[in-house]
DNA sequence: CGCCGCCTATGACGCGCGTCATAGTAGCGG
DNA sequence: CCGCTACTATGACGCGCGTCATAGGCGGCG
């Protein structure tokens, strides 16, 4: 969440991403992301000459990427790694900042996702691509713990799905009582699905 | 789905809630809704003199009715009511547009969520509003069904975060995958939480 | 120095938006 | 026939958008 990425480019997209997760993509003008990320406005013709899909679909790329990492960040602070674990620390990331911050942001991903699946091709396939992307960390985290693979997959895939539905509840409620909900109810169907010992 | 409501006023509003499945909010003119509607512009200010966010209000307000009223439907067409059924009921409906007209659209409330938790309030209130109406027959038929009450809320949570999650991922990725195995690995959780027969 | 890449600066263009102002029409009770 | 209310019609306004065109600075290398 660092302010500044090193170049300009990057906190181009950075803040393209932050902004897309506050107010969806056809809100977010391509001049409030350059105020945003305090970087030239003739630098926007010159890094992405492919225009606006260019620098959404680059953010809706980060986002994914972002994501990712974060689920091999959890693992790593996971003493003894389990489903329900892994899923509750997903969800811990959200009620931290809508505690903290406020709700004032969503998932950058569904946002381009309810905004630009149907106008705009390559951003679709831009957010499949960043929900195949988190996907697969956390479909290998299953496998690892000892979750048939192809169950790990179809797990994965609930786990992404209850989340990204549970935030949009929270955000419209103002409450983050559905994340917390779903962390629970989630929980044992996930550890269940463990049949061998690590 | 009928294509007119009986006043031009229904059908503004209902055609305003097609175009924000579609497009988001942000996308979706005035101009546009209608045309959509095949109704008056100059009736735009006599019907909805509170402008856009009015109409935006009043098309999420209808469609957490009409989910509201899916449930019944649902409800009523099952001979032997189980909470998995519901759910599975619940995904079919998505499951059976996407495979007939295709994944051009979303569910309007999150779309509405999405792009006006942020920048406006009455928006942010009407799709709480309508989540809120949406779950709450979801849970009176799961107590129906023999879930504790306490739990029947929950699960009603689960059931749309889960729902609305696999929403987004399916239409991202032109693939209605999601949606089925949601359905799948939700089922077993959902019927474990039946204590008493009915 | 001179030149040439990279990057930045800035103003203009055309468009579509939400909104408003003003006027017109239809039906109907008096 | 009048007048009133409900609805429709239409053009204008101001704004912000994405994009483009053009013109710089500017550091390094021959």
Redesign the pocket.
Known sequence: MADSGRG?RERMVFSAAQLIRRGGVTA?????VVAHAR?????????FPG???QLVNEAVDWAGRYAAKRIARFLGEMPEPSPSGLFAAMVRQWTDEYETVGFASGCPVAAATADCAESTESTRTAAAAAFACWRRPVAEALTEMGVPSQRAESLATLMISTLEGAILMARAERDAGALTTVARELAPVLDGAVTRRR
Chains 1, 2 share one sequence.
């Open positions: 300009p977010t003008s391509m001049r409030d970087a030239p406005r003739g630098s926007l013709q010159h890094y225009g606006k899909d």
